[in-house]
């Protein structure tokens, strides 16, 4: 279990300021990452990764020359925040555009997602290429569903190796791309982990057994067998890879990552079966590493990685690199940086507003001083609705983006912001501040209805119907839920449609929010009977069957609250 | 636990050539150990290190230029042989004699001091350097019966660069002993690990509770108390190395130890207060590391090590190396190695001996052979009787070696070998095949008897005692054992006592013998009386009160056997 810590809050802050005072000559802390401590030249494709914390050397160790130029890292098994994502980025960015690269999960593909566009928004080249590794998580045909597991340290070694060496972006992004299409990974776990300061285990697997497929966040795996032979192992991990040949492959690079509590001999042990197997089935092994590479807390357990080489690839591959986890080649001659890390937390500057356009942020600002109050008493009803399927701490996370939201509105009214700026910048207030999946949707949902406001135009009531539908397109397009996953998007949706519908029959804007509240608030009752969408471990998710869910409860709370102030 | 695995007792073996697999670039594999893969100047200092498998990267990951030329590996947790000690250092040794480098345990002294005669009679200079690190294993005026933990990596990091810098053997052995004077290191556990294959833990700490000071083979600690925060933890771990500051010591290194389950991020976080702590005291914190240098199979836990430097130490420990397990500085450019692994099974080829020897030997062989006969016999009671204090195989390995020496003497009686010669073949044969403690200690008492033969003279009843004298002498400055610790030395001593008593009084040797073995006898059934020596784990060590001595009772049944044969 996770036994060093002080407050489990600051655990993954803290390791990482450690980390980075520790591995100074490779990396500088910026607020919830590193980034590069020696000199990139001007131009130069910025690759950064990131995602939870609990994975060492995944993410920050990744971090030096002939690899990443930055990391971003959430809070233990959490996806960083969108701000957070953001802030590395322009720190790292060196003209050249930026690869972001994430092991596919929903929260990091949110935040990643969201970054990306508000990026974009000022100018810089993002491309995303989420690792899609592990087999147990879905079938070939489905490659792009699965989920990232150790194939990230390959796929980042290789597209780093690539923006090392002076490439495009365009080009980093298709090698990059390629590499993850030809990376397969399987996983075998023997036991849980502990999370710095639970009760217990997030999930274990029963002594004797071993979980298939298991995740890295103790996902569900394919399923569970009676432990066998580092032989009778080494042959089942081989068997799920080698499945998946691609014709023609020759050539293989091969990763044996622990997964935090299994140790090195175990895996040279393993590593004897695996190499004769690999050369057996007429495969050259280049450059196989062994050791631990993305790990999860004391997880006991190993994986395999095969990435099919192609000339290119192996090229990259076998590059120099020079990684607190990772050391390849030659020396890389380098200087220190001389960029200062810039001040993260610069006052907003708005652009000038017309006079309706910031009578319209001031009537936004009252609603969301509204909902900030409402959202504020419902606290404790909302986590325990989450506390069925969740962590229970959906209720705090709305309470404190609402707030964030609230506080960052007035600023802006007060500083003379026009609508959509102000809602704008209430959205980026309320992701950054609550954390999580739920503070990012929010932060997106807000953002995105900025979009059908103007600065310069006064608010009409049309526009506000244009903006729940961008709100809508923008949370399905980057949260990837539908309907019936048991999540905000069972009630989002049918507001929209109501709203829309209600609108174009002729109602004005209030009696139309109020039919939409009502169908949202419908929606929210009946998630209730919906199966639950699979969350992190299984053990937890089914608890949920048969409550509402709590992110769905909480948007029809908030369309009910707007709707009686409009 | 350790979960991946074949054959339990080919684990160790097997997870060396795995490693010697995919760390090719750096290591060659030898039988029992690693040398290094790149080609090392004629001339230059050896330093070869080893120890008990089981503590990756402790030994073999540190082999590369700048640090170790060689490394022996012994089964889990078990000191390597003598002879695979003799064979590595044979293979890495480049005229410049040798410095072997070990923790401090009873097994590994023995071995490797047994193995450092054996090189001296073959001409080659060799320097050993305990490290005593551990001061929760004895106080700091008895450094040198400290245990050794991860205070090695410093010591032969120092060590190793010393060497590369082309040092002379004098110089190198200073440097190590004054680095090794000046490291101290503190542990703490919070749980025990699992041996391969084993039913349970080797040990266990309670829940929710930390063991201050206990070893890395689960050796008793000072106490056990409740497991406190991150910050205490730290306090804790530089309180007490810090009481052992020496004057004007303002510069240290620094490394923070995980024993194998806890990970990376624990080890951060633990740094930042450990960094604040060593500088409020004034300190200097030069190139530290934290991550997993000695590690313990699955136990989880830490240790702090810290080393005072001056400014020659610091130059040593600042140096480059490229190992598996550390990397400094800038390229350190190599080619690849050119000499050839010897042929570890070449034919023993004897000296010419006199007819009189000749004869002495064949003597000998027949009573080998009785004692071969006699220990297979009682293999299993004398494995019944070690269970209630070990591991319940000595009856295995004492059936094991004596079969291994009638062999090798009756090959020597042959091959023409003279009484001299033939003795310690048959004493090396033993201990190469009984493995263990025991295994050495049998194989080093028939190396010294050998002593005092000769391949000219015949053999005289004069020269079987003075040989067994010899025997005594070995035994005790190598084993380190005294009466009372409940060891074949309290049988030894009444043996050898007795038999010189009875044949300085004029008594013929048989005679003599006879009553040394009954001497035996009595004192091999008394250890049953005494508190025994702590072993390993004190929960095992306590279950062998109350019954006699394994190694006590074999050799008072060996006496007994050649006794009757004489």
């Not at 059908?452 to 399905?476: I, N, P, Q, W, Y």
Request: charged share 20%; net charge negative; hydrophobic share 45%.
């Amino acid at each position: 279990m996770t036994t060093i810590f002080d407050a489990p809050e600051d655990f993954a802050a803290t390791a990482l300021a450690g980390f980075a005072e520790l591995y100074s000559r490779h990396v500088r802390l910026v607020r919830g990452g590193v980034v590069r401590a020696t000199a990139v030249p001007k131009g130069k494709v910025s690759v950064v990764v990131g995602g939870g914390s609990g994975h060492y050397p995944a993410f920050a160790g990744y971090v030096g020359p002939g690899m990443a130029d930055a990391a971003v890292a959430g809070d233990v098994f959490a996806s960083p925040s969108t701000a957070a994502v953001a802030r590395v980025c322009r720190q790292a960015h060196r003209g050249g555009g930026i690869l972001l690269g994430f092991g596919n999960y929903a929260g990091d593909v949110l935040n990643f997602g969201v970054a990306a566009e508000r990026l974009r928004s000022e100018g810089i080249d993002v491309r995303i290429v989420p690792v899609t590794d592990d087999v147990a998580s879905a079938p070939a045909e489905a490659h792009a569903k699965r989920r990232g597991i150790a194939g990230d340290l390959v796929v980042f070694k290789i597209a780093g190796a690539a923006a090392e060496a002076g490439l495009s972006l365009d080009e980093v992004e298709r090698i990059a791309r390629r590499a993850n299409d030809r990376t397969v990974s399987f996983g075998v776990a023997f036991d849980g982990c502990t999370l710095p300061g639970a009760g217990g285990p997030l999930f274990s697997v029963p002594e004797g057994r071993m979980a298939l497929g298991l995740g890295i966040h103790g996902e569900p795996g394919i399923k569970e067998e009676a432990i066998v032979s580092a032989r009778e192992l080494a042959g089942l991990l081989t068997g799920k890879l080698l499945a998946e040949r691609p014709a023609g492959a020759r050539r293989v690079a091969a990763l044996l990552n622990g997964l935090g509590s299994t140790k090195y001999e175990e895996l040279f042990v393993l590593w004897t079966t695996i190499s004769r197997l690999l050369k057996d089935a007429g495969l050259e092994i280049v450059a196989p590493e062994a050791g631990e590479f993305v790990t999860s807390l004391d997880m006991q357990g190993c994986s395999l990685t095969l990435t099919w080489l192609d000339g290119e690839l192996e090229t990259y591959w076998k590059a120099a690199c020079d990684t607190p986890v990772l050391k390849r080649g030659g020396e890389i001659r380098t200087v220190p940086a001389t960029d200062t890390i810039a001040n993260e937390d610069a006052t907003p500057v708005f652009g000038p507003a017309s006079a309706g356009s910031k009578e319209g942020a001031a009537c936004i600002a009252r609603l969301v001083g509204h909902v900030a109050d409402a959202l504020r008493d419902a606290e404790d009803e909302l986590g325990r609705i989450d506390a069925q399927a969740g962590d229970g701490d959906h209720g705090q996370g709305m309470r404190r983006g609402s707030a964030a939201a609230r506080d960052a509105i007035e600023y802006a009214v007060t500083a003379g912001a026009g609508a959509a700026s102000a809602l704008a910048i209430a959205g980026d207030a309320w992701a950054d501040r609550a954390g999580g999946t739920s503070g990012a949707i929010w932060g997106l949902l807000l953002r995105a209805w900025s979009n059908a406001l103007s600065d310069e135009d006064g608010m009409d009531e049309a526009a506000v119907v244009r903006g729940a539908r961008l709100a809508l397109d923008g949370v399905t397009r980057l949260g990837r839920a539908r309907v019936g996953d048991k999540t905000l998007v069972d009630a989002l949706v049918p507001f929209v449609e109501t709203l829309e519908a209600a609108f174009a029959a002729g109602k004005p804007l209030k009696a139309a929010w109020a039919d939409a509240a009502e169908a949202a608030r419908a929606a929210a009752v009946a998630t209730a009977g919906l199966t639950p969408k699979l969350g992190r471990a299984r053990p937890l998710a089914e608890r949920s069957i048969g409550h509402p869910d709590a992110g769905a409860v909480s948007l029809a709370l908030v369309a009910g609250v707007v709707g009686a102030s409009l």
